[in-house]
């Protein structure tokens, strides 16, 4: 044991001594999340809203002041024939064209119905998507407004009426910074954790200072431990301070108990950075070992479910995140946030992270080989 304790000392100094690793484990991570949940909306706005009214009645100019004050939509473009709509688009001055035909009131009124054609931007998918879906919800709710208007009922309704009422429970304003800034930051730790511990063997092998090692009577397992102990450490202070701005900037208070939250990130930080030393223990240069702990993290964190559902992907998709520590870390931070889940309610995952971090760590104890 003393053994290890003069390793951390020599890794801790060793660390403390260099000023950019301070700027990056602690000062970056917190300026991406002030920033990126300001980008990562879920929510599609300013779309540009190009029309094309050939009635020029007085429902046409309902409808389309309803669309433009719904706050989604920017009225851009208004022209006279689609041809020049659609021009428009082509120069990406509107991504959404809305045509009303002529007679729109007169058939409305007389033959109770009117066409309406709507054409969207595809390039960008998800905003044409969302885009049309905004506007089909507006074009329904005018529907139903002017058939109230319209048809007065009898005492007794002649059809049978169904009330929908419904409540979003665990996030019941939609905030999306609820939902994103818990993933945001399980994606920095896994970056911080798995590109720092890929990087630190590799760097002795390059200063030459694993020679030393390899002559000296320190045990393979010290010597993993040695440098997996202080980054673990580093990291869980980058979760204390993630958890502070979540709390303070964007008033993100748990539901369920922070002491779970680390237990469980304790273990995460385990399987990630033996990731790390386990890349490490192979790679002979540190742009090497990098670029190998960059393109999994990266694979990891877009199939982790933090921008899309899991369940939306392919089965095949699917199966992989059965494989994928940073999935089970994102639902567990959901799950603890929102729901106030406790330790039994997120044991399948804290037993799946378990395996990975024995896994992962055993594997780069055996492959580490010291050399005389």
């Known amino acids: 044991m003393r053994t290890l304790k003069f390793l951390l000392q020599k890794e801790f100094r060793q660390i403390l001594r260099d000023p950019s690793i301070f700027r990056i484990l602690f000062i970056a991570p917190m300026i991406q ?9 879920y929510q599609i706005k300013n779309i540009n809203l190009g029309v094309v009214d050939q009635d020029h009645s007085q429902y046409s100019q309902i409808l389309v002041n309803k669309i433009v004050s719904s706050g989604y939509f920017k009225l851009k473009d208004y022209s006279a024939s689609f041809p020049q709509a659609l021009h428009a688009m082509e120069l990406d001055k509107a991504d959404v064209i809305l045509e009303i035909p002529a007679h729109f009131q007169r058939d409305l009124v007389s033959r109770d119905a009117a066409p309406l054609f709507i054409a969207a931007n595809a390039i960008n998918g998800i905003k044409a998507g969302l885009g049309t879906a905004y506007i089909q919800q507006i074009i329904q709710h005018y529907n139903q407004d002017v058939r109230t208007q319209w048809i007065q009922f009898p005492r007794y309704a002649p059809q049978p ?3 929908v009422e419904y409540s979003d429970w665990y996030n019941p304003y939609m905030n999306y910074q609820f939902f994103m800034v818990p993933g945001i930051l399980v994606m920095l ?11 630190n063997i590799v760097k002795e092998k390059e200063l030459g200072t694993i020679e030393q090692i390899n002559v000296s009577p320190i045990k393979k397992t010290y010597f993993i431990l040695g440098k997996l102990i202080p980054f673990w450490v ?3 202070v980058v979760l204390t301070l993630g958890l502070t701005i979540a709390r303070f900037v964007y008033g993100i208070i748990p539901l369920g108990h922070y002491i779970t939250i680390y237990i469980f990130s304790a273990v995460y930080l385990l399987a990630v950075l033996g990731l790390g030393l386990l890349l490490s223990t192979y790679a002979q240069t540190q742009q090497q070992s990098f670029l190998v702990a960059f393109f999994i993290t990266m694979i990891f964190n877009i199939m982790s479910g933090l921008f899309t559902p899991i369940e939306s992907m392919p089965h095949w998709a699917q199966v992989i995140t059965w494989f994928n520590p940073v999935a089970y870390f994102i639902q567990v931070m959901r799950m603890v946030i929102l729901k106030g889940s406790g330790l039994s309610d997120i044991r399948n995952q804290l037993f799946a992270v378990l395996g990975f971090a024995v896994f992962l760590n055993t594997w780069a104890i055996l492959n580490y080989r010291k050399r005389t």
């Open 33 to 41: 999340l002030l920033i990126l949940p300001l980008a990562a909306d």
């Open 161 to 163: 009426t169904i009330d």
């Open 189 to 199: 730790l896994t970056i911080i954790g798995s590109n720092f511990a890929a990087l």
């Open 234 to 236: 580093l990291a869980l």
